[in-house]
């Protein structure tokens, strides 16, 4: 069975500064989604960035970059020059590649940003 | 990116009475859509895999004859709590994952519907 693991419950960052979250999955599968979603106070889950398994390059969106290891099946997620917008709950999810299959998400990570 | 309409956002209702929850997907197409729940700092958690046209595929342990959901068409999923009692009370969330398109494979969510049963 598909997990996703996320080791840590609760982090904090000082704004302006860079913070790492980590995640770990497990899966048989060799082509896959991974995604990282944000979930503000308002609890609308946000897409912040989308990786498949297929590319080695690593995906970015502006502030937002991840470090995929295949092999170690890990996927963390860095937030460079980190803003106060950026506190939320953070959710690492993984995928098959098919339109009928779940998403699995991760336990989350709370973020903090210091002013 | 594409818009999943969730209504109502929130909710309150009396034990024992029934209340409907609808997820739309405004500008794609979903085959599939999902419905999860997620207590109070807590992950989401996937209640089940709702298909157009044919019946939901439930998770372990979510009773189906308690949460009727309906896949009525390509853009609409209902979530129907029966007989509600108050340890239904949670945060509901829907899913639609888009089949074709740019978004092909991207699930969005709803905006939540916060449920709450006196």
């Known amino acids: 069975a598909q997990t996703v693991t996320q080791s840590q419950p609760e982090m904090s960052v000082q704004e302006a500064e860079t913070v790492t979250l980590s995640c770990t999955y497990d899966t048989s599968e060799s082509d896959y989604y991974l995604f990282w979603y944000k979930q503000p106070p308002s609890r609308q889950m946000i897409l912040v960035i989308r990786q498949e398994a297929y590319k080695q390059q690593n995906a970015t969106e502006n502030r937002f970059s991840v470090n995929f290891q295949k092999a170690a099946k890990s996927f963390s997620l860095k937030i460079s020059d980190s803003q106060l917008g950026d506190a939320a709950m953070y959710f690492c999810?993984?995928?098959?590649?098919?339109?009928?299959?779940?998403?699995?998400f991760g336990p989350g990570t709370s973020l903090s940003v210091i002013p | 990116g594409a818009v999943v309409s969730q209504h109502p956002s929130r909710v309150i209702c009396k034990s024992g009475t029934s209340v409907k929850i609808e997820c739309r997907s405004l500008d794609f197409q979903a085959t599939t859509m999902f419905w999860y729940r997620q207590f109070p700092k807590q992950s989401l958690m996937l209640m089940a895999t709702s298909n157009e046209g044919s019946k939901a595929t439930y998770e372990q342990g979510v009773e189906k004859d308690k949460f009727l959901i309906n896949h009525a068409s390509l853009t609409l999923s209902t979530l129907t709590v029966t007989s509600a009692h108050p340890e239904d009370s949670s945060f509901y969330i829907c899913s639609a994952r888009a089949d074709t398109g740019i978004f092909y494979l991207e699930a969005f969510f709803g905006q939540g519907t916060r449920l709450t049963v006196v």
């Open positions: 999810a993984y995928s098959p590649k098919t339109s009928y299959d779940k998403v699995i």
